[in-house]
């Protein structure tokens, strides 16, 4: 199973499911990622995600066939 990591922007507490499939190259566009997330291919946590722009957040894990999409959060500095 392939596995991705994927950090998030810094300053950025989510990125949307179809932004995330399109930033990690599993697919071609944010609208290619919103197909495949009405078409019920993609997972968040093990459940089938239908919400196209779900917000996704540091620590979750997005599945998309064999594909696995691990996200983290940006190190933010200690203040």
Do not use: W
């Not at 179809?18 to 990622?33: I, P, Y």
């Not at 495949?36 to 599945?63: L, N, P």
């Amino acid at each position: 199973m392939p596995l991705i990591e994927f950090t998030l922007a810094d300053g950025s507490p989510y990125i949307e499911i179809n932004q995330l499939l399109k930033a990690t190259g599993v697919c071609d566009s944010g609208g290619a990622g919103k197909m495949m997330v009405a078409d019920g291919h993609v997972s968040v946590g093990g459940v089938v995600e239908t919400r196209k722009t779900a917000k996704i957040r540091g620590g979750q894990i997005v599945t998309i066939g064999d594909i696995r999409i691990v996200v983290r959060a940006a190190d933010t500095p200690d203040a």
